[in-house]
């Protein structure tokens, strides 16, 4: 199983940036979803996740700026994330829980990273 995140970059405060990340590979089933962060210096928390029947959940810190979504279809999960401050600023890291067959526990895969850069 592979995550491949995309969509980072520099942004102005105040900006907005959407990330993406698609899953591939042995999935039978695909369940929670999720981003991660890690800041310079800072242990990496969660951000936003998304169960497989769209119930979704957010840092405080986030609630009301960043959208979790996901394309069960396109085994896909998306972070949009607006009003952004420089406090963003981290490596963004996508995660799933994934079965790899019928009857097998699920086990959580992590994606690369991808840096968002906020400038004040």
């Known amino acids: 199983v592979q995550l491949q995140a995309s969509g980072g970059g520099l942004v102005q405060a105040g900006g907005s940036l959407r990330l993406s990340c698609l899953a591939s590979?042995?999935?039978?089933?695909?369940?929670?979803m999720g981003w991660f962060r890690q800041a310079a210096g800072k242990q990496r928390e969660l951000v936003a996740s998304?169960?497989?029947?769209?119930?979704?959940d957010y840092v405080d810190s986030v609630k009301g700026r960043f959208t979790v979504s996901r394309d069960n279809a396109k085994k896909t999960v998306y972070l949009q994330m607006n009003s952004l401050t420089p406090e963003d600023t981290a490596v963004y890291y996508c995660?799933?829980?994934?079965?790899?067959?019928?009857?097998?526990?699920?086990?959580?895969?992590w994606g690369k990273g991808t840096l968002v850069t906020v400038s004040s």
């Open positions: 995660s799933a829980d994934v079965s790899v067959q019928w009857g097998t526990a699920a086990k959580t895969y």
């Open positions: 590979g042995r999935i039978f089933r695909l369940n929670d």
């Open positions: 998304i169960s497989s029947g769209g119930v979704t």
